[in-house]
């Protein structure tokens, strides 16, 4: 099993900067997609930020342009810097990766949710 384990939520101000990093527990086999979820009070689970294994990646509208998803795959861990925030960007934020197994399949793996709250 890997274990995922985030840190770096917080309250920031608008306008304001937050960094969020998820690290794996142990080495992997393959990654085929590191990712940010987050879920914001009474709404559904969005996909905020992914890169794929080749690096490449994707944002959700509402944060493109303020969000940046970046990975060291080393180690292997997952960052998301969050500029220009908004209190709409007020959510719990859970970091996923999806692995390639040895046999072809792929597994998902999620961490424990870090808060970010965006108030004056």
């Known amino acids: 099993q890997v274990q995922l384990v985030e840190s770096g939520g917080g309250l920031v101000q608008p306008g304001g900067s937050l960094r969020l990093s998820c690290a794996a527990s142990?080495?992997?086999?393959?990654?085929?997609?590191m990712n940010w979820y987050r879920q914001a009070p009474g709404k559904q689970r969005e996909l905020a930020a992914t890169?794929?294994?080749?690096?490449?990646?994707n944002y959700a509208d509402s944060v493109k342009g303020r969000f940046t998803i970046s990975r060291d795959t080393a180690k292997p861990t997952v960052y998301l810097q969050m500029n220009s925030l908004k209190s709409e960007d007020t959510a719990v934020y859970y970091c996923n990766f999806v692995l390639n197994d040895v046999n072809g399949g792929r597994n998902s793996y999620w961490g424990q949710g870090t808060q970010v709250t965006v108030s004056s």
């Open positions: 890169i794929t294994s080749r690096g490449t990646t």
């Open positions: 142990r080495g992997v086999f393959s990654i085929n997609s």
